[in-house]
């Protein structure tokens, strides 16, 4: 049983959740801003469509976590594997 005056920590709050991800979006919002400021050196033509990278990383961290959702399904083993 947990004690009950156990000091919280930061991430125990959840006011300090909400505010990492307040700052969290708008260091995004601000790197999607910053792709439109900065010259980029590109080398194929599809990486002058506004926000590239930004949707290639959406897009392949949400492929990955489907892709392991997947795999999960053959490879998960029962809780007492070991224990047989």
């Known amino acids: 049983m947990a004690d009950q005056h156990e000091p919280r920590d930061f991430f125990d709050k959840p006011e300090n959740i ?23 050196h590109i080398y194929h033509d599809w990486e002058n469509i506004p926000a590239f990278y930004a949707i290639y990383g959406f897009v392949g961290c949400s492929l990955l976590v489907f892709v392991a959702k997947w795999m999960r399904t053959f490879l998960m083993r029962k809780e007492d594997y070991y224990d047989e």
């Open 18 to 40: 909400e505010k990492m991800l307040k700052v969290f979006y708008v260091i995004c919002g601000l790197l999607v801003v910053a792709d439109f400021i900065v010259h980029r």
